[in-house]
């Protein structure tokens, strides 16, 4: 069974049905093990404050930033009853044998995960939880990328153009044509049927627009 993994935008989590609707996504995915991966959102905000005020380091600034996206995954941990935490494939596996849902520490994976084929995530602002889940996704490594994200997926979008937009952080496009498949979710939409594209790798996504009440 394929491995995807999902990323959980940090806008996301002000949500009041964000339970309901990543419940119903989840539920709407077959044969895949699902991963998820929260953003920083506002708890890494307060890094970036933190970091303009009193001029961090680009590697204390880069781990802080890490370790305040624990946050949402505890607080994602309790909104779903299924979940669980966990920090390697080891006991991710262990967590799906029990039909349940594993929520990636993102700071354990990365200060414990090595590759021969990857290079370390460079500590800069560049990075957020777009790349770390992409960086997860070909180390673990999963046959799938889901971005969930706060808004529908511009028409031909290229991954340089949402940098740009800043709709992904700019280090995703270092990495996106290497991924097995990207695609793209509005988790807060409230327009159905549900809308399909498809175009996956590393230039462009295929897009799903999940139901789900407004």
């Known amino acids: 069974m394929k491995i995807c993994v999902l990323k959980l935008g ?14 119903e996504f989840l539920g709407q995915l077959t044969d895949c093990r699902p991963l998820l991966i929260c953003g920083g959102g506002r708890s890494a905000d307060l890094v970036r404050h933190w970091d303009a005020l009193h001029q961090l380091d680009a590697t204390t600034a880069h781990w802080l930033a890490i370790a305040a996206m624990k946050l949402n995954e505890r607080l994602l941990c309790q909104l779903l009853p299924d979940a669980c935490s966990v920090s390697n494939q080891q006991a991710a596996e262990q967590v ?35 790349s770390i889940a992409a960086w997860v996704t070909l180390t673990w490594p ?73």
Not at 105 to 124: G, N, V
């Open 96 to 130: 799906w044998q029990q039909h349940q849902i594993p929520i990636l520490c993102a700071e354990d994976y990365l200060r414990q995960t090595i590759s021969k084929d990857f290079k370390p995530l460079p500590a800069a602002w560049e990075v957020t939880s777009d």
């Open 10 to 23: 940090g806008s996301l989590f002000d949500l009041p049905d964000l339970k309901d609707r990543l419940s």
């Open 142 to 214: 999963a046959d799938e990328l889901i971005l969930l994200k706060s808004k529908d997926l511009p028409a031909d979008s290229t991954v340089a153009s949402l940098a740009a937009a800043e709709a992904v952080d700019a280090y995703l496009a270092v990495l996106a044509d290497q991924l097995p498949a990207l695609r793209w979710c509005n988790l807060r939409t409230d327009q159905l049927p549900v809308a399909v594209t498809t175009v996956i790798r590393g230039s462009s996504f295929q897009s799903i627009n999940a139901t789900g009440p407004a």
